[in-house]
């Protein structure tokens, strides 16, 4: 048999259908995979080869009796940390919660389950998805697939090095503030973060409750558009949960260029790396040769972007942490015997630091007397970035920007300089606060073979024209996804 950990999602999904090879099969290539060249990546924290294989020899099965749940039955997915399985751990890379088993599955685990998805739990991610470059976490690194002396990008790091890395094809992340998109395009790979509301977060650990979405990674569009189609829709557990407008998968295709308004940013303004900036400007030229017209946008608001995301997801995290104090969940150290010694200890030793930052820096914007000049502030701030977006898609249809100004980072390189690790942040953290869908897209390599990502955003609830923009934009040579074939 074929190295099938080589193909791409379609090719997996259309071999399946047409029998040419078996889900065990499948999976078995990827442990294969997994077993040769994890041990350089760390993109999983547990890999249980004999239950991912028993749960293939079920999908099988149903083949065989032709009681198939969908077309994707018997496709493995990679699992990010911080969304709950039954009966699994899920850590959030935390010590905290290292003994944690979930008592339920999380909504979207459900719904992948009614398909007949194959979990491969559990990705390594930033602890409680805080970072950018999957240095957070307490248990190890995950290293770049393209230059293992690299980080994957963060917060879903592990999710997107284990689909560069042909150990799935397909993966869950979450992403907060770029999470998917930002480790998508440092890996080469799609990745989508849908519009807020849209994906349950009920049976997601929750990071900053008013920007958490789950969303897919894939090493082809295709993956992308069918994760999203099986995970999305109402759901009646988690309060913030959209019931309008529902997604037809059906409406997603190829259109036409000609007439499209495209949104763009000056490529100075983008704070883009010269391999980036240079990528941005062949593929504006790109588009304008197909037909699109591109408006230069205003931007000037998004400076603030840095300092809003992370007064309000600070403030959120340190109120959702509170949960963690040794009583209820996970790792409890009891200190000298008294109850405040135990949350102290509890927490002291279960938290690592860039988790302990947050939570000092969101408990005191949200002290009184503070609370106004900052957590107000911000709240403010966020309400004009989000009107900007709503009159930007008064102009364009979508928006075209870089994901990331950089390409990957070397490990070690910004973790003494928190500021400077919040700036990888730049061009992903608005669209959270606005709560507007977007999807990173693999374009090409830079000169020294790392990958570039660009990213488009649409309004609130137009996943289908987006992901049909997305299809389109798959189309062009500079958007080909190029894969390490050796890591080294
Ligand atoms: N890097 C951002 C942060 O650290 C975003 C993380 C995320 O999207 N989960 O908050």
Not at 238 to 265: P, Y
Request: hydrophobic residues 35%; charged residues 25%; proline residues 4%.
């Amino acid at each position: 048999m074929n190295d099938l950990s080589k193909l791409t999602y379609s090719k997996i999904k259309e071999g399946l259908g047409k029998g040419e090879f078996t889900s065990e099969e499948v999976t078995s290539s990827y442990i294969d995979r997994i077993n040769a060249v994890d041990s350089k990546i760390g993109a999983f924290l547990e890999f249980n080869p004999e239950k991912i294989l028993a749960s293939a020899k079920e999908s099988d099965a149903r083949r065989k009796s032709k009681a198939l749940k969908s077309e994707m039955d018997g496709i493995p997915i990679g699992i990010k940390d911080n969304i709950c399985i039954e009966g699994e751990i899920t850590s959030c890379a935390s010590k905290i919660l290292s003994n944690f088993r979930s008592p339920y599955d999380a909504t979207v685990i459900t719904k992948l389950k009614s398909k007949g998805f194959l979990f491969v739990p559990r990705t390594n991610m930033d602890e409680f998805a805080m970072g950018s470059s999957t240095e957070n976490s307490a248990f190890q690194t995950t290293k770049n697939p393209f230059d293992v002396t690299r980080i994957p990008g963060g917060s879903s790091g592990g999710s997107a090095a284990a689909v560069a890395s042909g150990m799935v094809s397909t993966s869950l992340g979450s992403d907060t503030g770029g999470s998917i998109r930002q480790p998508a395009a440092l890996c080469g790979v799609w990745g989508l973060k849908p519009t807020y509301g849209r994906v349950s977060r009920y049976g997601l650990v929750a990071y900053a409750s008013s920007l958490d979405q789950i969303g897919p990674f894939g090493n082809d569009i295709h993956s992308v558009i069918d994760v999203f189609d099986s995970i999305q829709g109402y759901d009646s557990h988690d309060q913030t949960s959209a019931k309008e407008k529902s997604f037809n998968v059906n409406h997603v295709k190829l259109g036409s260029w000609k007439g499209l308004r495209v949104g763009v940013m000056k490529t100075e303004d983008t704070q883009a790396s010269p391999s980036v900036a240079k990528r941005y400007e062949e593929l504006k030229a790109a588009l304008t040769k197909e037909g699109a017209i591109l408006k230069e946008l205003d931007f000037s608001l998004f400076k603030y972007s840095i300092p809003v995301y992370y007064l309000i997801a600070t403030a959120e995290c340190s109120s959702n942490l509170s949960r963690f104090d040794g009583i209820r969940y996970g790792f409890r150290d009891e200190g000298q015997g008294k109850l405040e010694d135990l949350y102290v200890e509890s927490r002291s030793k279960g938290f690592g630091n860039e988790v302990k930052r947050r939570i000092l820096l969101g408990t005191f914007s949200l002290s009184s007397g503070y609370y106004d000049a900052y957590y107000g502030k911000a709240q403010k701030a966020r309400v004009l970035i989000k009107k900007q977006y709503e009159s930007f898609f008064k102009d364009v249809d979508f928006i075209f920007q870089p994901t990331s100004p950089t390409s990957a980072f070397k490990v070690g390189e910004k973790t003494k300089d928190p500021i400077q690790m919040y700036l990888a942040d730049i061009l992903t953290t608005t669209v959270n606060l606005a709560g507007v869908p977007a999807i990173s897209c693999p374009a090409g390599l830079d000169e020294i073979g790392l990958p570039i990502g660009m990213q488009l955003t649409s309004n609130h609830f137009e996943e289908e024209k987006l992901l049909s923009y997305a299809l389109m934009l798959n189309e062009f040579p500079e958007t080909k996804i190029h894969l390490p074939e050796t890591i080294k």
